[in-house]
């Protein structure tokens, strides 16, 4: 189970920090079928790649284990997407890039990788915006949509979007 938390920095400052971030206490379990308390310790870090736009780094994220139900959790900074390495302002602003028609920096393939799911989420993106009171409606241009969904992504603060959105229809912005 992943977990998404704020920071409060960056891809080079968490690097930096390492193992010495700020991580969040878990005491009781945060999976919704376990009622454990106090049952919940820290259990190592993995490393991932981190990617932005001018550096790629191995950052480690911090595992927890609870002892009663013996979920396995992972805290994800929020400026990652899950199974991504690259950052999530770096995924956005290539993609928002491609829909301005400028040229976005990185290869074609991977951007056309995440234009896809970008495109196959807007759906998902237009039910959380409507979900918190925004009554918009949909039409068949498809780029005018993905314009649309991007500005107001970007106003609402992308990683606040990310973290606010996860587990909206049982999934996460730009999963498969």
């Not at 013996?70 to 997407?81: A, C, R, V, Y």
């Not at 950052?87 to 990788?113: C, E, M, W």
Request: hydrophobic share 35%.
């Amino acid at each position: 189970m992943i977990i998404s938390h704020n920071f409060g920095i960056g891809l080079l400052a968490y690097e930096a920090k390492g193992e010495e971030n700020d991580f969040p206490i878990f005491r009781d379990c945060p999976c919704r079928e376990c009622s454990g308390q106090a049952c919940v310790q820290r259990n190592g870090y993995y490393c991932r790649n981190g990617i932005n736009e001018e550096d790629a780094v191995r950052i480690p994220i911090c595992r927890l284990l609870c002892l009663v139900c013996k979920t396995s959790f992972s805290i994800l900074p929020d400026f990652l997407i899950p199974y991504y390495q690259h950052t999530l302002h770096t995924v956005l602003i290539r993609v928002y890039q491609f829909l301005q028609d400028k040229k976005p920096n990185g290869s074609r393939q991977l951007l056309a990788q995440h234009l896809n799911r970008y495109f196959n989420s807007l759906h998902w993106i237009h039910s959380f915006f409507m979900g918190l009171g925004n009554v918009l409606g949909f039409s068949k241009d498809r780029t005018k949509e993905a314009i649309k969904y991007m500005k107001m992504i970007q106003d609402f603060d992308e990683a606040t979007f990310l973290r606010r959105s996860w587990g909206h229809l049982s999934s996460y912005f730009m999963a498969h």
